[in-house]
C-alpha cells in the first residue's frame, strides 16, 4: 500500500478540514417539496425540518478553523461504497435501467477520476482499531454544526477518529469546489478529431 | 482630563489601546482610562465633538481578529486639532482598560445600533450580520433513534447506455 490517506487522531485534538465524524446527528431539510399555499413562512419550515444521523467529513477550511474564525462547521455526508451500491442499484431499478457489475465498476470509476461533479471516492483504511471501507462523499448535501457542538460531541464519546492528511484533504476539497465552480456549456465543443 | 501633548498618528483610524506602550502614545493610561467613569454626566463640560469607543477582546492576540467591537458614542471625548483629550465611557461599554479601542467615528449616531464587526486579514472579509430571528424552537431530538441520512441518486442514463452497450 502507498502512501497513507489517513491519521488516527485522539478526541483532544482540535477538529480540522478532513475530518471523519461517524454517525453525527445533523440538522437539514425534509425532502418533500416545501410550498407555503397561504401558509405562515414560519409553520411551513418548522415542519420542513429534519434531523438525520449521517457520516459526515469536515470541509470548512482547516485556516478557518485553526483561527476560530467561524462558529459552525460545514459537513458533507459520505457513505460506504458498498451502501452507495445498494442504494445506485435501488436507484438504477427504479429509473427501468439494469444495474450491472460493468455499470458499476464504470460508474466508480468515473467517481474516482472526477467526472461526477456532486461525488468523491475516498481510500478505505486500517489504522490499528480503526478501519474503513472506501467512502463516497456527496456534496449535494451540506450540512451545518456548531462547532462548539461537534468539538463536546467528538469529547463526549471519546473515541478516536480519521483525519484526511494533505494532499487527500486538499483533493478532497478541490473536488468540493469543482462541484461549485463548474460551468455547463449549452453547446459542447464539436468533435473534430 | 487627559491632554495629549503630540498629534495621535492614526487620527482617522481606530485607536489600539493594548499595553502600556500604546496607551503612552495616545495620551491615555489605563487607570485614566476608568476615571472618567466616575463622572456624572451633567458635571462634564460639553464639547462639540464626540467619538466612539471600540470594546476588544483582550485574548485575541492577533492585532486584526477584532472581537466584540461595539461602536459607542463616548460621553464625553474632545478633539482639539485632532488631539483625544479624554474618554468616558461606561464599565459596561469600556471593559477593561487594556481591551479599549478609541477611534474617530464619521457616524457617531449609530452608537445605539449593533454595529457588523468586520475582521479581515489577508483574502478574508469576516461580517457578522445581522440577522433576524424568523423563529426559534427548542427541538427535543431523540439521536439514537434518528433516520439515517440517504443519498439522492441521479441516474446517469448516458453512462448506462455508453457501458451496456
Known sequence: MGEAWYESVDPSTPITQGDLIIDCPVLGWSPQTLTLQGQKEEEVLKGAMSAVRADVVVMT?????????????ILCPHLSLADYKRQWEEASKEQSQNPTSKAWKALCTDIRDGFLWNLAILNAAKLGDL???HRVVDFHEVFTIPRTFLESLIKQRALPR??????YREHLSQAFARFFMRVGLPTPVTVAW | MTTTTERPQFSRN???????????TTGVTPDELFRPIVQRRDQLPSRQHSHTVVMRSAEAG??????????R???????????????????????????AIASESPWPLVWNQPYPSTRSRPGVLFVTHRRHTIFEEHLVLHTASLPSWKPQIAINRRLFEKKNG
Do not use: M
Not at chain 2, 14 to 23: C, G, H, L, S
Not at chain 2, 73 to 98: A, H, K, W
Open chain 1, 61 to 73: 477550511q482547516a485556516c478557518d478553523l485553526e483561527h476560530g474564525k467561524v462558529a459552525n462547521i
Open chain 1, 131 to 133: 478501519t474503513t471501507k
Open chain 1, 162 to 167: 480519521l483525519r484526511l492528511l494533505p494532499p
Open chain 2, 14 to 24: 481606530p485607536i489600539f489601546i493594548e499595553d502600556a506602550a500604546t496607551v503612552a
Open chain 2, 62 to 71: 492577533d492585532p486584526d481578529a477584532w472581537e466584540k467591537p461595539f461602536w
Open chain 2, 73 to 99: 458614542v463616548s460621553n464625553q471625548v474632545l478633539v482639539s486639532l485632532g488631539y483625544v483629550f479624554s474618554i468616558q465611557v461606561s464599565v459596561e461599554q469600556l471593559g477593561l482598560p487594556t481591551d
